[in-house]
């Protein structure tokens, strides 16, 4: 995923998503060649980026509960 993302963030440029995760090139290569044979998304094309981008955050959205503090979640009505 930190690769999806460095390639993305890196203008779909390799070599500079391999310097902004601290990686080679051919190991971010590796990693999007898994990514595209899990997802069936090629994130070297501007769709398959866009989808992989898209449910990359969804799925990373903190949800309500991590958002609010103890003094201000809901306390259950157990009696």
Known sequence: MDAVRAFARSGFSVSAAARDIHLHANSVTYRLDRW????????????????????????????LDQHLTPNTRRVSSAR
């Open 36 to 63: 595209q044979h899990l997802t069936g998304w090629d994130a070297r094309t501007l769709d398959g980026l866009m989808k992989s981008i898209v449910r990359l955050e969804l799925f990373h959205r903190p949800t």
